[in-house]
């Protein structure tokens, strides 16, 4: 059986860092990103190939392309994403709060997506983490307000990156459940190893035929 190749951006902590684990214990090779140095150390020990980026920085993602010279990946997940401010409809974030929301879960993967283009086998899985608080047609509540806003723009950049590959890729933004995570809270339905073992089996299921949809990680559709 051949061993896949898994790309992870955005693993130094939570559910990137878990799948790093997971997708190691399985026998995969891994290429994993973070920011810090310990993030990198953290990596590197438990077996990755550790590449430092930081998605706001167009200096550090325009370098991404020639450090994966060589590789072919059969799964991508971009799991880098901040939460921002909690304040809910007409309360107006802060310019910073904006920008700093905005250019994490949103322009980073416009960055990334073009760089890692090249280094996606045929056929490959590229799974962006979004969240079910992006879906308009499911919203029912207003709190995490720019949080909801930015989630929604990256479905919109995952279904034109869809497009874009056809049936090179297969591209997919996936809700992790509500988990116990530092974004998530103690108080959340599933472990980090939960969501992302459930997650992991949603992946290895993909096809040609789901490209460009939103799925919850049990693999339900979840409208846009």
Wanted: overall charge neutral; aromatic content about 6%; some cysteine.
């Amino acid at each position: 059986m051949t061993r896949p190749s898994v790309l992870v951006v955005g693993a130094s902590r939570g559910i990137g860092l878990e799948f790093c684990r997971q997708y190691l214990a399985q026998g995969a090779h891994v290429v994993a990103t973070a920011r810090s140095s310990e993030g990198l150390a953290a990596l590197s020990a438990l077996g990755a190939r550790a590449l430092r980026l930081d998605t706001t920085r167009l200096d550090s993602t325009a370098g991404l392309a020639w450090q994966l010279d060589g590789e072919r990946f059969d799964i991508a997940v971009l799991s880098a994403g901040v939460y921002g401010p909690e304040g809910e409809a007409l309360m107006t974030p802060t310019e910073a709060q904006f920008d700093d929301v905005m250019h994490t879960n949103v322009l980073g993967p416009m960055r990334v997506i073009p760089q890692i283009a090249d280094a996606l086998a045929p056929g490959a899985r590229l799974v962006v983490l979004s969240s079910r608080m992006g879906s308009i047609g499911a919203r029912t509540a207003t709190f995490g307000w720019l949080y909801r806003a930015s989630k929604a723009a990256l479905n919109s950049v995952l279904k034109d990156a869809s497009l874009a590959f056809g049936d090179r890729a297969t591209c997919v933004a996936v809700h992790p459940g509500w988990v116990q995570t530092d974004m998530g809270g103690g108080g959340a339905d599933l472990t980090v190893e939960q969501s992302v073992s459930s997650l992991r089996t949603l992946i290895g299921r993909l096809g040609p035929q789901d490209t460009g949809r939103f799925l919850d990680h049990d693999g339900t559709a979840i409208p846009w």
